[in-house]
């Protein structure tokens, strides 16, 4: 089990008034006390970003994109830090997981970037406690007919994903798998039909909806200096809150249903011993907990024997 830091500063309030003098005159010790957040940024939710015109390294407005999904993320660390977090985790979480432009982040940081990794959006999210999980740029799921860009995992792939019997949504799988490690998602960020449909599975969390969507290629959007605003406040807010928000029950076992487009991914997967093909271009597989599901999930999107180097 992770060390909650509730129980830690717990102890530190005990100690009171002693430790006060101690904190002060230890500035390092003293932010050791502050909260850690893991921030997972995804960038079909971001202010602006409707069509792959934003979204893909080779769109036209990809660059001027990047810079304002960077902008989101200071916003969020900024109002995090304004909230009493002190520490923070990133994982670029789009496309090939190389977005953010790091020269642009705060020293104290760090930023997990690249793929594949086991872990995908979430990746670092087992190393260490963590106060929240912050999902910035979220969209909604490949089962939601409403969202910009909604997909799951890879829209040029899967049809659909269900976690334990329920159509899951990036949002959803990767809270869950914060569950796991008693991580509260205490904020998601994205278009309306995001966080209308992850608001349930994150009971207590702050939403920033930064557009409302139209259509699978159009939405109406806050301008990112409003959107960057409202990201800002929001965090303040939840890292203030994050003790109080309950942290999921974590799912174990867990049974992952997977639908590709096409039928050659379920036949191939289907021959390995843990997984059962369920139709024609649909497995499942059951996994002791949500870390190992993602692996897998990885694994079935990633694998391809013609891999170099
Ligand atoms: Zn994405």
Redesign the pocket.
């Known amino acids: 089990m992770p060390i909650r830091s509730q129980t830690f500063r717990g102890f530190i309030a005990a100690a009171l008034p002693g430790m006060a003098m101690l904190a002060a005159l230890q500035p390092a010790e003293a932010q050791a006390q502050g909260k850690r957040i893991f921030i997972s940024i995804?960038?079909?939710?971001i202010a602006g970003a409707v069509t792959p015109n934003q979204?893909s390294g080779t769109g036209i407005d990809y660059q001027r994109q990047r810079k304002i999904m960077t902008d989101e993320l200071l916003a969020a660390i900024a109002g995090a830090r304004e909230g009493g977090a002190t520490e923070f985790v990133i994982a670029d979480?789009?496309?090939d997981m190389q977005n953010i432009l790091i020269e642009e982040l705060p020293a104290d940081v760090r930023l997990i970037r690249g793929s594949p990794r086991p872990l995908m959006m979430m990746e670092g999210i087992q190393n260490g406690r963590y106060d929240g999980a912050i999902f910035i740029?979220y969209?909604s799921s490949a089962s939601n007919p409403r969202g910009v860009?909604a997909?799951t995992f890879s829209s040029a792939r899967i049809s659909e994903v269900k976690l334990n019997g329920v159509p899951a949504s990036?949002g959803s799988m990767n809270a869950a798998l914060a569950a796991q490690y008693g991580v509260p998602v205490i904020l998601a960020t994205g278009d309306d039909a995001a966080v209308e449909e992850l608001a349930p599975v994150i009971p207590g969390a702050e939403t920033v909806a930064v557009k409302r969507n139209i259509g699978f290629h159009a939405a109406e959007n806050l301008v990112p200096a409003e959107a960057q605003r409202q990201i800002r406040a929001a965090a303040t807010k939840a890292v203030q809150k994050s003790a109080q928000i309950k942290v999921a029950k974590a799912a174990q076992p867990v049974t992952i249903d997977l639908t590709f487009h096409f039928y050659r991914p379920a036949e191939l997967l289907a021959y390995l011993p843990n997984v059962e093909r369920t139709g024609a271009r649909s497995v499942r597989w059951k996994s002791a907990d949500m870390a190992s599901a993602m692996k897998f999930m990885e694994f079935a999107m990633s694998y391809n024997v013609e891999l170099q180097p």
């Open positions: 995804d960038m079909e939710g979204i979480a789009h496309g740029g969209h860009r997909h990036e």
